[in-house]
């Protein structure tokens, strides 16, 4: 952060943090599509080349646009400094390339995004880092899985689609108890609902795609945390690599974020009501729910997030014959794969999202042939509910 945001809260800071205005007087935040700056002197580029004064150089790493949105998610996230990047992935993979090398080990949930999981096993795998999965609430589990040359643990909370919660502040203390990071995914809950840097976590990574967009129109991702590792680290592989956010990109999620906590709060409400209506129908075996008591985290979940957030996931009697039927039967849900819109998505994840993993590892993350996930958008509640009544209630 180059200026202190303490006195404002999260909703200040999500429409105003990281808008230096320019001479031109501009209420909205401008967008700077230019690939290169233009410097006074060579002096001035000599100076800003070899860092020793701020400012823009070239697009691939300093856009005052994209600067704008870096710097507004790292006050909304409390960190010191924010890595904007081309997509969630790339946030995930600039991560893994500044903080580990051959021969480093990660330990991380089970249930995360299918396509980390993809990038951890086969690419990660051929520089020589391993990665060991361990279940995301069992502590035990995670510290027994550690080794000498553990350097990150790695988990989503919740976790995707069951929305298993892991517990920020004991998973942060066990990293640092060994000298490990602790690297959190906080695509689900985004900084208005939980912030695990102030629970102790050293770097969170976000899917801008998601939430912060929050209307499914961009694809681009984050990392947020210290001047050490985000500021430099990752940094410096974004400079070298070029997994850039566009201009025009960020000013979509800066507009995003500033509609956020309302999103949110909104999200949770539909969800909340959305979970507590599926709960009591006959065809339904089970509801996958933060905020539902009967939730096995209901309680640390309540302790570490503001509210339980947008993503339900429920069990149909009669596996998956019955529950592409439920899905079959909906006109108005939209059947994809996508999360965090204000149109409300279900999926199957067995054989969708979840389709890669084997039989034994679907079982292992509770990816039950009658699964079906969905990511609760804005519509209004009753109209959800009776869409997906057609083919629940009789
Ligand atoms: C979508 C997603 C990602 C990947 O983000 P992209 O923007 O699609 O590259 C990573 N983590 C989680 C939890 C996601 O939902």
């Known amino acids: 952060m180059t200026e202190s945001y303490d006195d404002w809260d999260l909703a200040t800071r999500a429409i105003r943090a990281g808008h230096n205005r320019t001479a031109e007087g501009e209420h909205s935040e401008p967008i700077f599509t230019t690939s290169s700056f233009v410097f006074q002197s060579a002096a001035e580029a000599a100076a800003r080349f070899s860092g020793d004064e701020p400012g823009n150089i070239y697009s691939r790493f300093t856009n005052p646009t994209v600067a704008c949105f870096e710097e507004r998610l790292a006050a909304l996230e409390g960190g010191e400094s924010c890595v904007a990047t081309s997509s969630g992935m790339a946030a995930i993979l600039a991560t893994c390339m500044a903080l580990l090398k051959s021969g480093d080990h990660i330990v991380s949930s089970r249930s995360i995004f299918g396509t980390t999981n993809v990038l951890f096993n086969k690419f990660l795998a051929k520089m020589g880092i391993e990665t060991s999965y361990v279940a995301l ?28 919660v892991g517990d920020i502040r004991a998973l942060a203390d066990l990293a640092h108890s060994h000298g490990l990071l602790l690297v959190v995914d906080n695509c689900f809950c985004t900084p208005v609902l939980q912030q695990p840097l102030a629970l102790g976590a050293d770097i969170v ?27 430099e680290e990752v940094f410096g592989f974004l400079r070298s690599a070029g997994v850039t956010m566009s201009p025009f990109n960020a000013w979509v999620f800066l507009k995003g974020l500033e509609t956020l906590q309302l999103r949110m709060n909104a999200h949770s ?36 997030q503001r509210s339980a957030g947008g993503i339900v996931s429920f069990v149909v009697k009669g596996g998956r014959e019955q529950a ?9 849900l939209s059947i994809t794969a996508n999360l965090g819109d204000t149109k409300t998505t279900i999926t199957h994840p067995a054989s969708t999202t979840h389709g890669r993993l084997t039989d034994e590892e679907k079982q292992s ?30």
């Open 324 to 332: 592409w039927k439920v899905i079959d039967a909906t006109r108005m």
């Open 205 to 231: 990574i976000h899917s801008a795609t998601k939430y912060l967009d929050g209307q499914g129109r961009c694809v681009g991702g984050a990392v947020v945390g210290d001047k050490k590792w985000v500021g």
């Open 137 to 164: 609430s069992n502590l035990a589990d995670w510290e027994a899985a550690i080794r000498p040359n553990t350097r990150i643990l790695y988990a989503e909370t919740p976790s995707n689609p069951i929305t298993e």
């Open 365 to 394: 993350a509770g990816i039950e042939e009658g699964l079906i996930r969905m990511s609760v958008g804005l519509e209004a509640i009753d109209d959800i509910k009776h869409d997906l009544a057609s083919g629940l209630v009789d």
């Open 269 to 304: 409400e539909n969800a909340l009501a959305l979970a507590l209506w599926l709960e009591q129908l006959d065809k339904v075996e089970r509801v996958h729910y933060p905020g539902l008591k009967s939730h096995p985290q209901y309680e640390l979940a309540t302790r570490q």
